[in-house]
């Protein structure tokens, strides 16, 4: 069985992150979603689970931070290429979020960072692993 990841994330509006997520091209899982929670699919083996804030409280005694002032992870979504990148941020400023992290061109690597409606960062990147591997040989011979 393929390993799988699913992020948790709190969510003051349910049906608001929802379609913020598909804005982006996640799919809603309809056998993982209700009122307080939606199951959204990234990829075969990445998917976010969307908790409204009573629902997520019962999985955790910690407070909920406000993750528009306080920074608990970083998530990062890769790109098979920088169109991809340009794209989602895009569909992310155009869907109601925000970039705090605008896209940074740096050879081998592009990417930046958007938030969702509630501040929750995602990291976007494409690497050119060829010019990052002939980078680091590079430095390691200087």
């Known amino acids: 069985m393929t390993k799988m990841i699913f ?7 349910v ?3 929802t379609a913020f997520y598909e804005a982006l091209g996640f799919e809603k899982n309809d056998q993982m979603s209700n009122e307080q929670a939606s199951g959204m699919v990234w990829s075969d083996a990445i ?5 409204d804030h009573a629902f997520y409280s019962t999985f955790t005694n ?10 608990g992870v970083l998530n990062c979504l890769s790109f098979d290429d920088k169109g991809a990148v340009d ?10 979020g925000s970039e705090p992290r605008p896209i940074e061109d740096q ?3 592009y ?3 958007f938030e969702d409606p509630d501040g929750h960062t995602w990291e976007t990147v494409w690497m050119d ?14």
Do not use: C, E, Y
């Not at 989602?88 to 400023?93: C, E, L, M, N, Q």
């Not at 692993?129 to 200087?142: E, W």
């Open 47 to 51: 998917n976010v689970m969307l908790l």
């Open 107 to 109: 050879g081998f690597m």
């Open 111 to 113: 990417g930046g960072a």
């Open 15 to 17: 049906a608001k992150s």
């Open 62 to 71: 910690k407070t909920i931070i406000d993750a528009k002032t306080t920074s």
């Open 87 to 96: 794209a989602i941020h895009v569909a992310a400023k155009a869907a109601g």
């Open 7 to 13: 992020v948790n994330l709190p969510v003051t509006d």
């Open 129 to 142: 692993m060829q010019a990052f591997a002939a980078d680091a040989v590079q430095k390691a011979t200087s």
